[in-house]
């Protein structure tokens, strides 16, 4: 089992930045891989990136392409999603994530409690 704890959101002007962070406990981090996802007010949860357990395989969704980079350092168990050139749409509150997927996104076993973004137009 993983335990996953996010950090990093806040208020940010659009055409900011923010990069958030997702701690895991355990020794088993490299076995997972990691995803992000999101949940603005009203609306269903949403897969925005994925990468692989090495890191090697990164994948991300069409609204986030250019903008969004997904990365993770195994020795730190830590995963990280760097944001940039938000828009007020991209305020949400932003989940990590770790499994198996059988695709990028699903699949995921182990969910973080989130942490808040909002982007200020």
């Known amino acids: 089992q993983v335990q996953l704890v996010e950090s990093g959101g806040g208020l940010v002007q659009a055409g900011g930045s923010l990069r958030l962070s997702c701690a895991a406990s355990g020794r088993t981090f490299s076995s997972y891989a990691m995803g992000w996802f999101r949940q603005a007010p009203g609306k269903e949860r949403e897969y925005v990136a994925g990468?692989?357990?090495?890191?090697?395989?990164?994948h991300y969704a069409n609204f986030v392409k250019g903008r969004f980079t997904i990365s993770r350092d195994n020795a730190r168990n830590t995963v990280y999603l760097q944001m940039n050139s938000l828009k007020p749409e991209d305020t949400a509150v932003y989940y990590c994530?770790?499994?198996?997927?059988?695709?990028w996104g699903n699949g995921y076993d182990y969910w973080g409690q989130g942490t808040q973004v909002t982007v200020s137009s």
């Open positions: 990468i692989s357990r090495s890191g090697a395989s990164t």
């Open positions: 994530a770790a499994g198996a997927p059988g695709t």
